[in-house]
């Protein structure tokens, strides 16, 4: 007998997270002037925490609030500018029942957003950035994202060198959650994350998203952020001019990649519009059953 809840649904869920019958929706507030994304349209405090009000009123199941853009060949801003920019607004969002993630690789901004209200920290670099940082969380007792990482983004496009993208990035995780079980985090509140997009070719992404099902039985749940990047910028390209589709034009082909995401059994999708993308996420879930009774 097929279990008709096992398809087009997370393989594994975070821990002391929400835990919908469907793959979760996480929304995007980057606090900063520069992120290739959205940069500057919610660089001002006030204005970041209503888009983040408005992206949980859409049904976000969590929001991601960001004060470093990871763009390539970005410059890190400094300590304090990062808490600067995003501690009012984890307090703000946290006061009014969201649950915020904290994406950075700073032990101490992911501290202090913790002391905020936080309740998950993302660190895109999986732990490699800041020695603390494991510490801080197995301490706190919280949940984190460990993305795969090879180096900051002022270098990240030299660091594209794999053997065989998924195994590599696989095999580059492994010591990642290794790292944080061995500092004291508890391996139900580890979730993992490819890395589309950092020190990736525009082709690494595809062959990641096309063998997810890899990832996915590494037995954690996986953590998807295709959400406009430029390997869809890329594949949209203008026939005529050659131009790259902007940013603010790839959410539907974001959207196309939710549903196999679903389908593989992804925990979270990380995306900078929440409807269509939830709708996908429903969609999904409902074909998910019936693929599991036809037998695919
Ligand atoms: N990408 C960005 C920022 N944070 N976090 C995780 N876990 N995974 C990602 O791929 C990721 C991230 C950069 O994209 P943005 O400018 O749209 O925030």
């Not at 992120?35 to 859409?58: K, N, P, R, Y």
């Not at 500018?81 to 006061?95: G, H």
């Not at 953590?223 to 910028?233: E, H, P, Q």
Request: contains cysteine; glycine residues 8%; aromatic residues 4%.
């Amino acid at each position: 007998m097929t279990d008709p809840a096992s398809c087009g649904r997370p393989a594994r869920y975070v821990a002391d997270l929400p835990q919908p019958p469907r793959m979760l929706v996480m929304g995007v507030v980057n606090v900063t002037p520069d992120s290739f994304s959205d940069g500057g349209s919610w660089f001002e405090t006030s204005d970041a925490i209503a888009h983040g009000l408005q992206l949980v009123a859409e049904g976000a199941d969590l929001v991601d609030v960001g004060g470093e853009s990871t763009r390539p060949g970005a410059q890190r801003p400094s300590v304090d500018e990062e808490l600067r920019r995003v501690i009012p607004v984890v307090r703000e969002l946290a006061a009014a029942g969201a649950v915020v993630s904290i994406d950075t690789m700073r032990a101490t901004v992911a501290e202090q957003a913790l002391a905020a209200g936080a309740r998950l920290v993302n660190d895109v670099s999986g732990g490699l950035a800041d020695p603390n940082m494991l510490d801080v969380v197995a301490a706190a007792e919280v949940p984190i994202v460990l993305m795969h990482w090879r180096g900051h983004s002022d270098r990240m496009q030299e660091l594209t060198r794999y053997d065989d993208v998924v195994t590599d990035v696989i095999a580059e995780l492994r010591p990642r959650i290794d790292a944080a079980v061995a500092a004291g985090v508890r391996p139900d509140r580890i979730a993992i994350d490819p890395g589309l997009g950092f020190a990736k070719t525009w082709d690494h992404n595809w062959t990641l998203l096309g063998r997810m099902r890899e990832i996915v039985a590494m037995d954690f749940p996986v953590l998807l952020a295709a959400s406009r990047k430029t390997f869809l910028g890329v594949l949209l390209s203008d026939p005529r001019t050659g131009e790259r589709r902007p940013p603010a034009g790839r959410d539907a082909a974001t959207d196309a990649l939710t549903v196999p995401a679903a389908l593989d059994r992804a925990w979270c999708v990380r995306v900078h519009t929440v409807p269509a993308t939830l709708d996908a996420v429903h969609v999904a879930a409902r074909l998910g059953e019936e693929y599991q009774k036809a037998g695919r």
